[in-house]
């Protein structure tokens, strides 16, 4: 397992390869005046990829690293409109053992767990990152309990009651609006703590309104008994994911860091708690673009964790707009 001692050396080595091999991503570095990749000493002076991009175009990494495993194409959700963004993943063997690693280190083996993914609004679509892996991770449990689930709550509350008295180590992993619906409709007697671990992995999707992030993990808590609940932070432009234990704080796995830049000047990084954009190093993505500027806002801690505050709002990014015209 990779342990990040390198990493500094390893994003310059990544950054190089990418500059050279990814024409929109050098051309974006370019129009940022960075004509060579070797006038960048350290990753405060890497370019960041504004996330839009995989919905403009194909990115990819066209070199010469060998690829052992089958492609795979994966989309983000969208609304009516709305064009989804796409990843061309080379090697889809890269993805799993990044999501795999990511998740022992977290939470441990996955065969020590019943695995129940509530995600309707991604089993309803082709393309999800997020089915995959939590298609991956059931079958890593070997347990006919663990599975998906739609719109049955009733009989995902019967297991779950079921589980809870066998004391069963649970992981729900579900997408926000569903974990809510469920809420509105049951509660489990609790506290369940010692053996449920309940985790959401994102907003309402146009299905509910939209609240804070802390009045829905109330709602939450109070449904299943528990005393936190847990999230993920991942998208379809990443092969990694950061995951919260509790209280908005994430944390990454060491081939992942966040830096947190000005909203209005790429280049220009935060100290330690000021609020700026999320960029996201992900050396998982070595043959799309492991530098991606998300459109999220957030502020890095002391110790590496960091928190998602937003989303941001049409400000406009010097450079990307040149390069999507």
């Known amino acids: 397992m990779y342990d990040g001692s390198s990493f500094a050396e390893d994003c310059l080595s990544v950054f190089r390869y990418q500059y050279a091999n990814c024409a929109e991503y050098r ?7 960075v004509e060579s990749p070797d006038t960048v000493t350290g990753i405060d002076g890497i370019p960041f990829l504004p996330v839009r991009f995989f919905k403009q175009y194909k990115i990819v990494s066209e070199g010469c690293r060998k690829i052992s495993g089958d492609p795979v194409v994966f989309s983000s959700s969208s609304t009516t409109g709305q064009i989804p963004s796409r990843h061309y993943v080379l090697d889809r063997t890269v993805y799993e053992r990044s999501f795999l690693d990511c998740f022992r280190m977290f939470y441990g083996q996955p065969d020590t ?13 082709e393309g999800s990152s997020l089915v995959y892996m939590a298609e ?8 006919p309990l663990s599975g998906f689930y739609l719109y049955d709550y009733g009989r995902l509350y019967s297991l779950l009651q079921d589980l809870g008295r066998q004391g069963r180590k649970t992981l729900l992993l579900g997408v926000a609006f569903a974990l809510m619906d469920f809420a509105d409709k049951y509660s489990l007697p609790g506290p369940n703590d010692s053996w449920l671990t ?11 309104e939209e609240i804070s992030r802390d009045a829905m993990h109330g709602k939450l808590r109070k449904g299943f008994s528990v005393s936190s609940i847990h999230s993920e932070y991942g998208m379809c432009e990443l092969l990694s994911q950061a995951y919260s234990a509790g209280n908005g704080i994430f944390r990454t796995p060491p081939w992942m860091k966040i830096i947190v830049r000005d909203i209005h000047d790429p280049l220009v990084s935060l100290p330690e708690g ?7 190093v992900d050396l998982a993505n070595i043959n799309s673009c492991s530098f991606i ?3 999220d806002i957030g502020r890095l801690l002391p110790d590496g964790s960091f928190t998602v505050d937003g989303r941001l709002s049409g400000a406009e990014r010097r450079g990307c707009n040149m390069l999507i015209e």
């Not at 019943?114 to 309803?124: C, D, G, K, M, Q």
């Not at 991770?137 to 070997?142: A, H, K, M, P, V």
């Not at 000021?274 to 996201?280: R, S, T």
Request: net charge neutral.
């Open 27 to 33: 051309e974006y570095s370019r129009l940022l005046g």
């Open 274 to 280: 000021k609020q700026g954009i999320i960029d996201i």
């Open 136 to 143: 991956r991770l059931i079958r890593e449990t070997s347990d």
């Open 293 to 295: 500027e998300t459109e």
């Open 198 to 208: 309940v985790m959401e992995t994102g907003g309402m999707k146009g299905r509910r």
């Open 113 to 125: 767990y019943v695995i129940l993914a509530l995600l309707p609004s991604y089993l309803e679509r």
